[in-house]
């Protein structure tokens, strides 16, 4: 019970908005196919946050999460946000890939000893966009999920985000449960990694 307890809140922090409200659903999770021959190599630099699920609590703007590869073959990350005080908000977590036949399905863990959060890379182009999808099941009896569209710069076309949504469709999520993300009004705000 107690590890289940600090799965949720790894899921939670995944995307460094505790307050984000998360979302319940009963049964197991769905099992979307991932990104082919998924190369972390590529994968690695600042993501900025296009949308996500759910977002019923915006804490911050401007969220985005750089990614970069370790000695040891696992990834450190960063996320960033601005909150409304004009502070930074910033969280640092390890992703790691478990099985490497499955290179595309990585675990992020925020604190040691904590079990990782899902982190499945469903589709990306390593350039421009990625939808990654994070869902936890509990007892058997039903699970939350997260979802990112996330972009390597402030906007992603109407195109691709609408081929991302048929992606989560199909993966039986509900799309009509994302929210945008602003990404207004960031610069000049000393978030780290933004150009
Ligand atoms: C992953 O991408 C990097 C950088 O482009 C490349 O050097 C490496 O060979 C790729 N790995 C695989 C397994 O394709």
Same mark, same amino acid.
């Given at each position: 019970m107690e590890m289940k307890a600090f799965q949720v809140l790894s899921?939670?922090?995944?995307?460094?908005?505790?307050?984000?409200?998360?979302?319940?659903? *009963?049964? !197991?999770?769905?099992? @979307? +196919?991932?990104?082919?021959g998924f190369n972390v190599t590529q994968y690695t630099g600042t993501w900025y946050e296009i949308e996500k699920l759910p977002a019923m609590f915006e804490r911050g703007k401007c969220n985005q999460a750089t990614y970069s590869l370790l000695s040891d073959g696992t990834v450190s990350v960063h996320n960033e946000e601005l909150l409304a005080?004009?502070?930074?908000?910033?969280?640092?977590? *390890?992703? !790691?890939?478990?099985? @490497? +036949?499955?290179?595309?399905?990585?675990?992020?863990s925020f604190f040691k000893g904590v079990p990782d959060a899902p982190y499945w890379v469903l589709s990306t182009d390593y350039q421009s966009y990625s939808l990654v999808y994070s869902c936890a099941d509990y007892f058997g009896l039903f699970h939350i999920d997260f979802a990112w569209i996330l972009a390597r710069t402030c906007v992603l076309t109407e195109g691709v985000i609408s081929q991302l949504h048929d992606k989560l469709s199909a993966a039986g999520v509900n799309v009509n449960r994302l929210t945008g993300s602003d990404q207004t009004g960031c610069d000049g705000h000393g978030l780290r990694h933004r150009k």
């Open positions: 899921v939670l922090l995944l995307s460094a908005a505790v307050t984000d409200a998360q979302s319940f659903h *009963v049964g !197991k999770c769905p099992e @979307p +196919s991932v990104q082919e005080n004009g502070k930074i908000n910033s969280i640092d977590g *390890v992703a !790691k890939v478990k099985d @490497p +036949s499955q290179p595309a399905i990585l675990g992020v």
